[in-house]
């Protein structure tokens, strides 16, 4: 089916093929990114349009000996047909399968893990000083690849920064498709933008073309070697004017580009030749996000990631939907902030480069002047929503639950200390799925409860949400207890249930009693109040007096329905999708360690002290004990009844590979 790529065990396998050859080799790995990314779904548009720039860096490159350095990783699906892992592709980011990011542990090819963006440029300049203190500097090639958009991460400019002064050989590329997620914004994406329209970027390329053609014309090492010099003093010279790469050259780098990342004979004649400069170098490639897929080249933002619907046609002629039924989360924020905003002028909303993602696209539509799209710059996203609170303003600050990781430092020296109302929206909060460990959002609860001044909420359904949102905004950040405040909820749609019980208004620090019993009581947090009412009404129907609590608020805790329920039962669950470590249910025991409330016995549910791989999140539920059955087992346990026989196996085999 891939005629030259199914042959590619290695890279090593790629330098012995003609140029005709390799074209042929990103024919067949565009295509291998199609089948099968419309049977698994994944990052689409970015792997289409680093095929060739992945194609030309290992066919002139030697990894694991070289060192790439991938950034964010999204875009590394080439790179893993490259390696080794062809064969492996239709398991992409299933449970089990392949990562769709870097993972060292899946391969000796994937030098350095990603997942955030931002991080190659100070890790390859790791890789660069390490190599040089084991006196290898001549000997082997450091590169980070970089996207436009991950280099307007604080943290890339500051490796950028601290690299550029080394003057260690170090090669920064730079892949600049102009995009984003959504499109690239910022003072950067209009600076590279400049450089693509110049018309030095036309004489610019040809006067590279050329340059290359000389060289390749002559052959030999000491020849090569001269014209490595003769390039060094040509591009930098070349660029160094008006218009040019001016600001990498002024951090350091002799800056060579912009030039076309498609164009595979001009990479390799580039890389080859750039391997021979010494000293920090800044390539810059332009390329088409999505390329060779048509739909994806005109809407590159809709086709970043894909599911297998979006392949198939509908009967309109139109892409299908690749929403499933019912109403994500997020849409459930992003109507109610639209709500909010239109009563309330003081709402701005901020997101790190992740409109879509975090729902806020119709609020930057309708209300262009109170959004801002920080581009991928959480830290800065944080501080600016804390001076934007200072002044008055009611900053919605809406960043995924593991991105907001970024800004630990933030929260706490520019919102919390100051105790500034700053509302962070914290989408993705949970087991996220596909994307893996390094996109799961099960810290921020045990990373936010320590910080004084900080109030957390979660909903257990859309409607709550809701509610919690305008409490938010029209009670808390005003009322008595104003300061800073996150809310959570996961990715995926929110559930749809008929509760035994009208919700209650929000109020500060009170949880929502939603069965009363005296048996056992379990208190749920967020979406596991779904699973927890599952395994309630299994254990009532068992004749167990199961009391069930929706506590809403981590912090602070409803310590009045806490205790009153541990003394009442003396048994409990508590259950959240967190780590179990620092969160909702260490809070409890430390609640009734200091009351004194010490004859309890209690079991805590969350995501336990390890790292969780990809996989649907029903799997990873499951793998993590979070589920109703689980709940209702260890009731059983707890209490001292029987369990029927297929639960008692299937937990002790899930316990295994779970300590594994
Ligand atoms: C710290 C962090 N914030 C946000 C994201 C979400 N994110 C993943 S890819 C991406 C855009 C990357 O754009 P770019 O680096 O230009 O690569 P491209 O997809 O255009 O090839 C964003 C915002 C992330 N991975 N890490
Ligand atoms: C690569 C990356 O970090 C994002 O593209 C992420 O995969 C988005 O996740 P969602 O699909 O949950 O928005
Ligand atoms: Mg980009």
């Known amino acids: 089916m891939y005629e030259i790529l ?16 390799l074209k042929q080799v990103a024919r067949e790995l565009r295509q291998a990114i199609v089948d099968h990314l419309s049977q698994t779904g994944g990052h689409f548009a970015s792997d289409l349009g680093a095929v060739e720039l992945i194609l030309a860096l290992h066919t002139v490159y030697s990894v694991p000996k070289d060192k790439i350095i991938w950034d964010t990783g999204h875009q590394c699906y080439a790179h893993k047909m490259l390696t080794g892992r062809l064969e492996r592709f239709s398991t992409l980011r299933q449970y089990g399968g392949i990562s769709g990011f870097l993972r060292r542990e899946e391969s000796e090819y994937d030098l350095f893990g990603a997942g955030h963006a931002g991080t190659s440029i100070s890790a390859a300049y ?29 943290l890339a400019l500051e490796g950028l920064h601290n690299a550029g002064h080394s003057g260690r050989n170090f090669v920064v590329v730079l892949n600049d498709n102009e995009m984003s997620i959504a499109e690239s914004v910022g003072a950067l994406a209009k600076y590279l933008a400049k450089l693509r329209v110049t018309p030095l970027y036309q004489s610019l390329e040809s006067r590279t073309r050329g340059l290359l053609k000389r060289i390749d014309k002559t052959p030999g090492q000491v020849v090569f070697r001269a014209a490595g010099s003769v390039l060094k003093h ?27 990342g498609h164009d595979l004979d001009l990479l390799i004649d580039l890389f080859t030749a750039i391997k021979s400069i010494k000293g920090p170098v800044f390539v810059h490639l332009l390329t088409v996000k999505g390329k060779g897929y048509e739909k994806a080249e005109e809407d590159a933002r809709k086709w970043h990631a894909v599911t297998p619907p979006m392949f198939k046609e509908t009967a309109e002629g139109t892409a299908a939907s690749s929403k499933s039924s019912g109403q994500s989360w997020t849409s459930y924020f992003s109507k109610t902030i639209l709500e909010l905003a239109a009563e309330d002028p003081k709402i701005v909303a901020i997101t790190a480069a992740m409109p879509d993602g975090t729902g806020l696209t119709p609020f930057s539509k309708q209300f262009p002047d109170r959004y801002f799209d920080t581009a991928i710059a959480e830290q800065h996203a944080v501080c600016f929503a804390a001076g934007l609170a200072a002044e008055g303003m009611k900053p919605i600050t809406a960043i995924y639950s593991t991105f907001l990781q970024r800004a630990y430092d933030m929260i706490l020296h520019d919102v919390a200390i100051q105790n500034l109302p700053v509302l962070f929206c914290l989408d993705r909060a949970g087991l996220v799925g596909d994307d893996g460990p390094t996109h799961h959002g099960v810290f921020d609860i045990a990373y936010m409860r320590p910080i004084p001044n900080m109030a ?4 257990k359904d859309g409607p709550e949400l809701v509610q919690m949102l305008r ?22 749609n929110a559930p749809s249930v008929e509760w035994p019980v009208e919700s209650a208004p929000i109020e500060y620090g009170k949880s929502e009693v939603l069965l009363d019993g005296g048996d056992i009581a379990l208190f749920a947090y967020g979406n596991m109040v779904v699973p927890a009412f599952e395994a309630a009404k299994t254990l009532r129907a068992e004749g167990i007096d199961a009391a069930l609590i929706n506590l809403r608020w981590a912090k602070p805790l409803d310590a009045e329905t806490i205790l009153t329920y541990a003394k009442k039962t003396r048994c409990m669950l508590v259950m959240e999708e967190g780590v179990v470590h620092g969160g909702v249910g260490s809070a409890i025991l430390e609640l009734l360690a200091e009351a004194g409330v010490t004859d309890v016995r209690v079991k805590l549910f969350g995501v336990p002290d390890k790292f969780i791989e990809h996989g649907a999140i029903p799997i990873l539920h499951q793998l993590c004990m979070l589920t109703a059955h689980d709940f209702a087992a260890a009731a059983r346990d707890l209490l001292g009844k029987p369990q029927p026989e297929p639960v008692a196996v299937a937990r002790e085999a899930r316990h295994e590979s779970l300590t594994a």
């Open 471 to 492: 409490y938010m905004v029209q009670e808390h950040v005003v009322g008595p207890h104003a300061g800073p405040i996150a809310v959570r909820y996961p990715r995926g």
């Open 126 to 154: 790791g890789f660069a000083v390490a190599r040089d203190f084991a006196g290898k500097s001549n000997e082997e090639h450091v590169l980070a690849v970089i996207g436009d958009a991950a280099m307007t991460a604080g």
């Open 234 to 260: 040509n591009l930098t010279h070349l660029v160094s004017t008006e218009n040019s790469g001016v600001l990498f050259e002024q951090l350091g780098y002799q800056y060579i580009g912009p030039v076309d």
């Open 6 to 21: 199914s042959q590619i065990k290695s890279p090593d396998d790629l330098k012995t093929l003609s140029r005709d050859q």
């Open 456 to 459: 957390l909420l979660a909903p």
